[in-house]
């Protein structure tokens, strides 16, 4: 419901209407298209992220879902209001249905229409789309790009005056049509007031039998109303996804475009081809990103560090000055002035206090490692707590799993933690206690005892 704030805020009541029904049989998919995911979120959430991020709406976007519209509705939640196009009759049609079914369309005094399968888009100029309809009282205000590859986009005429007079598919374009260059992008502000008035007037297409959303532009000109174009030059914001080649494209230039912006925000990345970064990250400054990296679902790294090469950072948190190199952390967390690896592997609910260290080939999942933790190569800590201080040995495994259940180890500060070492869960080892190599721990280590041999029992000093 709107306020009467938003209508202060936002006088002219903008809304977004998203097309996102269509079947997407190109991507030869059980998944809808606008659900597959692009750098860390699916096609569909970049588009209600550019809409919203535009700072021009004044209420939530209306998305409109017609093919696998049950997990596309349930992949949208509550960002937005959807309406189902039972029938999918063409782009015109699907703003019909949005009138019809969402009743705030009723009032918006501009209608920002956009296609669900362009992720690349940028809110600034979907916000220069909006303010050219405003600034020239138009009725249509549409994005377009001049290019020498049209990659199957409608073409866009004009009189001699420069006024935009209509839009032709490329398939119903005569060859002096298909020699224009300057093509429809398929971004559209409208007045609102115009738009519901010009859908009624839309005859439906005589090859497709559908009724197409670009004859409004031939509507406006009968109208005596003007068509403003806003050029893009990056080609990149073009991008439509209809395949997994395009899906690929716009990877590649997403990518590009993440990667940039962490240079420029003082991120070192020595070879930007070969780094992914998903767009919800954060890297702080002089962090540097080596080779063959992945850092994926809102990662966030400190100040300082050194990722990589070929590391994978997975929902994973990141202190200030810390090394990760050549291995996996996953939904886990590393703490200032820590290194982990090489070849290593944090997981699931692993978490690693300031100052500590994982050799290689170490492994930690569902564990917490105090402060200035030492856990040494071929070695598995599961379900442990571990105070300040411990030295893992080499080869040390908590055997955490009877078979049945999962059970914790406990291990107190400064205490030593033989090479080859079996905790047998559930045991402690107290403060300050030590086992020897290859001792299997079956019973609690005492603080400051120091036990050896299988099972292990107490050292008795002579």
Sequence with gaps: METDSSKQNNPLNTCAVILAAGKGTRMKSALHKVLHPLRGKTIIQHGLDIATASEALARKPVVVIGHEAEAVRSAIGQQA???LQEQQLGTGHALMVAQDEAELLGGA??????????????????????????RYGAAIAMLTVTVDNPRGFGRVLRDTSGQITAIIEEVDCTPEQLSSR????????????????????????????EYFLTDTVELANKDGRPVVGVATDDIDETIGINTRVDLA?????????????????GVTITDPSAVYIDADVSIGADTTILPNTHILRGTKIGDGCVIGPNSLLDAATIGDRCEIRQSVIRDSQVDEDSDVGPWSHMRNGAHM?????????GEVKNSTLGRGVKQGHFSYLGDATLGENVNIGAGTITCNFNGKTK???????????????????????????????????????????????VPAKKLERK
């Design 81 to 83: 209001t959807c309406v």
């Design 109 to 134: 005094s501009q209608v920002l229409c956009m296609y669900g399968d362009m992720p690349l888009l940028r809110p600034e100029t979907i916000r220069k789309v909006i303010d050219a309809r405003t």
């Design 182 to 209: 300057e093509l429809n992008v398929g971004v559209y502000c409208f007045d609102g007031e115009w738009l519901w008035n010009a859908l009624a007037r839309i005859k439906p297409n005589p090859r497709k039998a």
């Design 249 to 265: 494209d716009a990877d590649a230039a997403m990518r590009k475009r993440i990667n940039r912006a962490h240079m420029l925000n």
């Design 353 to 361: 206090l300031a100052g500590g260290h994982i050799g290689n080939f």
């Design 407 to 453: 059970n914790p180890t406990l291990i107190g500060d400064d205490a030593f933690i033989g090479s080859d070492t079996l905790l047998v869960a559930p045991v402690r080892v107290g403060d300050g206690a030590r086992t020897g190599a290859g001792s299997v721990v079956t019973r609690d280590v005492p603080a400051g005892e120091t036990h050896v041999g």
